[in-house]
């Protein structure tokens, strides 16, 4: 009986089932009902992949990156009858949108696979065998360390058992069947491989996925036609809070990925900067497309060095200390997300384990991540010298979907309070990716514009922190989020117009009048999260005062909750606002912090601001 020949011969979906015979050869869009049947099978499993993943980090997150790498295929990649076409679009989906180690290693699997195959249309059983043994090569030479008892070990056990064994093989079904249980019990072997698997009793995440990935197959040869492969609602089994299977540390903190074309360094030059830069490297791809990941603790450095070779067309670094902490180490049931806008220390996000979701920051074709791959100090001496004026872009969409995955698997209600709709659409775009996380898991996300940003959108933030400290139910922080945007205020002195204008805040023309006048605005966020200028003086201390003494009158007759300071790289405005502000309220600020990348780069440097909140 072969499914894979009746995929063949199909005409009609509907017709397609187990009772048909063959399999010799398969084409470009057998091989992607293929993959689309291993892909739903990971995706299906990926809570369950977050519970078990210990190793290289304790971070939960395996089943999430791998459900996230091969969504973005199915997502991006249409059915060709060109095996060769279909496994280079496979591959290269794979590569440019894998996420995590795991992800990341799976995606150099398929991109070997594609390597090693020659341009034909449909390919025999035995060309199929030999370029699954074929990229074996390619998986362990990506991987700068490579640790037997991952998912490497179980691909090439795979590979070997069917090279070994071609020649038993009646056709393509056969083989996949056939080589079920030398899968199993290379999975199960990891645990007795690696110790920290063997210590938390659990097999590696990574082959688990893997394995997962031929268990579909073998699951649409058994029961599935095309037709139900493709409608079928993907069903995330319900899997309790995970509870410290093992809590080894983290190490580096950022799990750093980037895609970087035209490489013009050797690989062993680079493998070098990597491997002092941190750990757990791996290099995928080609010089044309390469695919960088590393775990380390100053990715902003790295990629200051990176984009002297080559255009850094994509970044990713997670958070892999608030990952581990997600699964194994929260402090609330309630997880609380903002985006990079948000101004606060970070010893204020640390101790309230809040999730961050940077924003996209383009310098020319190179691509950054605000507060995370781009500092404010590196930014600030970039915009002042460079002659590419920067652009940004809103969260994308399937990061927010794969933040809200990963909580969801351990958090029993997530809240994310984001930047102003008006200037971004990273509100519309996570409210749209928590709904679908929260349908699949069914944990209640609640998604609040905060209707203004950095440090007003901070003490909102920390105001929410506070409630969750506080063991306040999750509805009533809900429902008091409205009132505390509301009773929040934020003026920052500008020293020019200029870089408004140039980010299309504020028009040509008024830029033009405020520089022959030698204006200096000072701007506050309207109720309704667009920007207003509140007065304009001839000197920022002038603007300053102004602002302290407009706050002075304000406060008189509602005392302040707290307030934050702000500045672009003006550490004396900064201590100015501090003194007159702690003189005011008999507080100390809730932080002082220079002003994100994204914010900077309309602010301008010199800016300052002072954010505040009434009881």
Same mark, same amino acid.
């Given at each position: ?508 023309? =008024? ?10 605005? /000072?701007?506050?966020? $309207?109720?309704? +999260? %667009?920007? @207003? !200028? ?52 008999? =507080? ?10 994204? /914010?900077?780069?309309? $602010?301008?440097? +010199? %800016?300052? @601001? !002072? ?5």
């Amino acid at each position: 009986m072969s499914p894979i020949m009746a995929i063949e011969k199909v005409k009609n979906v509907n017709r397609t089932h187990a009772g048909e015979k063959g399999g010799s050869r398969i084409d470009g869009r057998r091989y992607y009902y293929m993959f689309l049947a291993g892909a739903r099978k990971i995706m299906e499993n990926q809570a369950a992949l977050n519970r078990i993943n210990v190793f290289p980090v304790r971070d939960g997150d395996t089943g999430t990156n791998m459900a996230a790498t091969v969504r973005a295929v199915i997502d991006s990649v249409k059915p060709t009858r060109s095996y060769k076409i279909m496994a280079e679009s496979i591959a290269e989906s794979s590569l440019l949108n894998a996420r995590g180690n795991s992800g990341i290693i799976f995606a150099q699997f398929l991109y070997g696979v594609s390597s090693e195959t020659g341009a034909a249309g449909s390919v025999t059983l035995d060309q199929f065998i030999d370029s699954i043994r074929r990229s074996v090569r390619h998986v362990y030479d990506a991987v700068a360390n490579p640790v037997e008892g991952t998912m490497l070990t179980v691909i090439r056990t795979w590979a070997e058992f069917i090279y070994t064994n071609k020649h038993r093989f009646r056709d393509f079904n056969h083989l996949f069947l056939s080589s079920k249980s030398p899968l199993d019990t290379a999975l199960a072997q990891t645990k007795n491989t690696l110790q920290v698997l063997k210590r938390a009793n659990v097999v590696d995440a990574g082959a688990r996925a893997f394995v997962h990935f031929i268990e579909g197959m073998i699951d649409f040869i058994h029961h599935r036609n095309i037709r139900q492969l493709i409608s079928s609602r993907i069903e995330i089994p319900e899997i309790p809070l995970a509870e410290g299977i093992l809590s080894e540390g983290v190490g580096k903190r950022y799990c750093t990925e980037a895609v970087i074309r035209e490489m013009s360094i050797e690989r062993e030059t680079l493998v070098s900067m990597l491997n002092d830069a941190g750990d757990s490297v791996v290099i995928a791809g080609s010089p044309g497309a390469g695919r960088i990941h590393l775990h380390t603790d100053d990715p902003a450095s790295l990629f200051e060095r990176l984009r002297q070779y080559g255009t850094i067309t994509y970044q990713k670094a997670d958070d892999m200390l608030r990952q581990s902490q997600a699964a194994a180490g929260r402090k609330w049931e309630t997880a609380l997300v903002t985006d990079s806008a948000c101004d606060l220390s970070q010893e204020l996000f640390d101790y309230f384990q809040v999730h961050l979701l940077p924003l996209n920051i383009f310098f020319g074709d190179n691509h950054y991540l605000d507060r995370v791959t781009l500092q404010p100090e590196q930014f600030y001496r970039r915009l002042a010298g460079d002659t590419e004026f920067p652009r940004t872009a809103q969260v994308n969409e399937a990061a927010c979907e794969a933040m809200y995955s990963h909580l969801a698997s351990h958090y029993r209600a997530v809240i994310a309070v984001h930047l102003t709709g008006r200037f971004s659409g990273t509100f519309s775009g996570s409210a749209g990716a928590a709904a679908k996380a929260s349908s699949r898991f069914g944990t209640p996300i609640t998604v609040i514009d905060s209707k203004t940003l950095s440090g007003a959108q901070g003490l909102l933030v920390l105001r929410i922190a506070r409630a969750i400290e506080a063991g306040m139910d999750y509805r009533k922080i809900v429902e008091r989020a409205k009132t505390w945007a509301e009773h929040t205020r934020i003026f920052v002195s500008v020293r020019t117009l200029k870089y408004m204008v140039r980010g299309g805040r504020v028009s040509h023309a =008024k830029g033009l009048i405020a520089r022959l006048l030698n204006i200096n605005p /000072i701007v506050t966020m $309207a109720p309704d +999260g %667009s920007s @207003a !200028v509140f007065g304009k003086t001839f000197s920022q201390m002038s603007n300053m005062r102004k602002v302290i003494g407009h706050i002075t009158e304000i406060i008189e007759d509602r005392p302040v909750w707290n307030y934050t300071v702000m500045h672009a790289g003006n550490p004396g405005a900064a201590a100015w606002y501090s003194d007159r502000m702690r003189a005011l309220t008999g =507080k100390h600020p809730a932080s002082v912090v220079n002003i994100s990348p994204v /914010i900077g780069a309309n $602010a301008g440097p +010199g %800016s300052a @601001a !002072v954010a505040f909140m009434y009881e």
